[in-house]
């Protein structure tokens, strides 16, 4: 069973910054695509940025050019950098990955929370 373990979530001020770390037991290299979603209070989880093996990353509107995705293959390890956060970054983020099978599998989800 593969498990992704996150980390690196907490308060920050608004124009403030995190990094979130997803580690993984097994290769990213069994995976075609990784990512990261969101999930606010009373809100749908949402996609925040999506990067298939071949290919560019996907950002969502909302945070493109603040947020980064970092793939580290001999690490196992997916990071998101975040960036002149704002009160509506606030949220659960989940790291995703997908196999070929299109099976997704999820982090245990962390909290980020922007606010002065």
């Known amino acids: 069973q593969v498990q992704f373990v996150e980390s690196g979530g907490g308060w920050v001020q608004p124009g403030g910054s995190l990094r979130l770390s997803c580690a993984s037991s097994?290769?990213?290299?069994?995976?075609?695509?990784v990512g990261w979603y969101r999930q606010a209070p009373g809100e749908q989880r949402e996609m925040v940025v999506n990067k298939p093996n071949t290919g560019s990353p996907y950002y969502a509107d909302s945070v493109q050019g603040r947020f980064t995705l970092i793939r580290d293959d001999a690490k196992n390890t997916v990071y998101l950098e975040m960036t002149k956060l704002k009160p509506e970054d606030t949220a659960v983020y989940y790291c995703?990955?997908?196999?070929?099978?299109?099976?997704?599998?999820w982090g245990q989800g962390i909290q980020v929370t922007v606010s002065s």
């Open positions: 097994r290769s990213l290299f069994n995976f075609v695509a």
């Open positions: 995703n990955a997908r196999t070929r099978d299109t099976e997704d599998y």
